[in-house]
Nanobody, 115 residues
Framework: QVQLVESGGGLVQAGGSLRLSCAASGRIFSTSTMDWYRQAPGKQRELVAGITSGGFTNYADSVKGRFTISRDNAKNTLSLQMDSLKPEDTAVYYC?????????WGQGTQVTVSS
């Protein structure tokens, strides 16, 4: 069984920074691709960033150059450093992984960016 628990959300002014963390339990962490998704009110959940077990990363165009995803396999921790935040980054952010045949999601953490 995989459990994901996010932390680090909050309220920040535009241009500020936040760092999200996701603590994962279960053996799959070090061998699995991990992702951050977000969902804003009235919008579909979207992929923000992903990182493979080997450390390869990908980002949504809207966050490239501002967000950095990283992982610590020894600590089973996934992180998302968010800089130069914009009001449009306001959303609930979710940690995610897939281990066949199931998707696993955290409970989400709220990020609110004020203008």
């Amino acid at each position: 069984q995989v459990q994901l628990v996010e932390s680090g959300g909050g309220l920040v002014q535009a241009g500020g920074s936040l760092r999200l963390s996701c603590a994962a339990s279960g053996r799959i962490f070090s061998t699995s691709t991990m992702d951050w998704y977000r969902q804003a009110p009235g919008k579909q959940r979207e992929l923000v960033a992903g990182i493979t077990s080997g450390g390869f990363t990908n980002y949504a165009d809207s966050v490239k150059g501002r967000f950095t995803i990283s992982r610590d396999n020894a600590k089973n921790t996934l992180s998302l450093q968010m800089d130069s935040l914009k009001p449009e980054d306001t959303a609930v952010y979710y940690c995610h992984t897939f281990s066949w045949p199931s998707n696993y999601w955290g409970q989400g953490t709220q990020v609110t960016v004020s203008s």
